[in-house]
T-cell receptor, first 113, second 113 residues
Framework: GENVEQHPSTLSVQEGDSAVIKCTYS??????FPWYKQELGKRPQLIID?????GEKKDQRIAVTLNKTAKHFSLHITETQPEDSAVYFCAAGNSGGYQKVTFGIGTKLQVIP | SQTIHQWPATLVQPVGSPLSLECTVE??????LYWYRQAAGRGLQLLFYSVGIGQISSEVPQNLSASRPQDRQFILSSKKLLLSDSGFYLC????????????FGSGTRLTVV
């Protein structure tokens, strides 16, 4: 099955700086890579996703990159704000009708005002 | 619009007692349904997923079971809880016809004492 490794496990940045979270996956058949944000005590929420036919996707201050050859993908948050503080999960899997994804262990991001 | 309901929000149960957590989805039909568990400070572990009524796939052998008696209802059960069953249980759904990510329910925080 799929195995997703995520690092770092914790990340502290100053407000306004950039944050980068990296993930690797093992199954070359995976073609869907979502990222979720989980605030303390709340449910994870999808913030951005990318499919294997795209190398990069951007949504305002958030961007994801995918390197299929190396089997790794990254989340980039620019101009971080205190409300970006949360746990971020990467995941990898298939995007078809019977979608099933495997999550990374999560990165706790702290943005220091 | 689609909504997912999960209850109860919190639950404290003694070791050896039974468990029943319920999840329902509104506003869609024939969804994929998932049960995840998140232990304290840990990632999201897929427990069960279902692509239709009565169709359950188990990812992790344990003392939990799942059932899907109706199209939009997913139930997580146990006959005898263990201390290690404590955690945050999340139900999620996905529209099978669209390549979008999961939408999670609000979760049930289970403490086994």
């Amino acid at each position: 099955g799929e195995n997703v490794e995520q690092h770092p496990s914790t990340l502290s940045v100053q407000e306004g700086d950039s944050a980068v979270i990296k993930c690797t996956y093992s199954d070359s058949a995976s073609n869907y890579f979502p990222w979720y944000k989980q605030e303390l005590g709340k449910r994870p929420q999808l913030i951005i996703d990318i499919r294997s036919n795209v190398g990069e996707k951007k949504d305002q201050r958030i961007a994801v990159t995918l390197n299929k050859t190396a089997k790794h993908f990254s989340l980039h948050i620019t101009e971080t704000q205190p409300e970006d503080s949360a746990v971020y999960f990467c995941a990898a899997g298939n995007s078809g009708g019977y979608q099933k994804v495997t999550f990374g262990i999560g990165t706790k991001l702290q943005v220091i005002p | 619009s689609q909504t997912i309901h999960q209850w109860p929000a919190t639950l404290v149960q003694p070791v050896g007692s039974p468990l029943s957590l319920e999840c329902t989805v509104e506003g869609t039909s024939n969804p994929n349904l998932y049960w995840y568990r998140q232990a304290a400070g840990r990632g999201l572990q897929l427990l069960f997923y279902s692509v239709g009524i009565g169709q359950i796939s188990s990812e992790v052998p344990q003392n939990l079971s799942a059932s899907r008696p109706q199209d939009r209802q997913f139930i997580l059960s146990s006959k005898k809880l263990l201390l290690s069953d404590s955690g945050f249980y999340l139900c999620a759904w996905k529209n099978r016809d669209r390549g979008y990510g999961y939408t999670f329910g609000s979760g049930t925080r289970l403490t086994v004492v």
